[in-house]
């Protein structure tokens, strides 16, 4: 997973400098949720997430070895375990923050 796929701004931040525009309204994403590596429960919650799709890609990669799924879902199990890892990886670092003391309880 790529880090340069979203950007993410404070809401209050983004207004004090570029105003109200429906613009900015209209990119904003409603479905979408951010868990900072300097909140203190961040590496709970990352790793939850990353060990659900791991346990998800042992379960299909179980069954695409049985020959219980289509040829093309290779590609899905690789990129679900690709992902997998990537949150794995944001959970290490936010390991990281917690052990040199970088932390905040969430905003």
Known sequence: MNDQKYIVFKREELRARFGHSQ???ELELEDA???RTQDVFAR???MAYANTIYAHVTLLHELYE????PPNAAAMIDRLFEIANYFHQR???AEGRVAAGQVKVPD
Not at 66 to 69: A, C, F, I, K, Y
């Open 44 to 46: 709970s919650g990352l």
């Open 91 to 93: 959970a290490d670092e």
């Open 33 to 35: 949720v951010v868990i």
């Open 66 to 69: 049985h020959g219980e799924l």
């Open 23 to 25: 613009r900015l309204n």
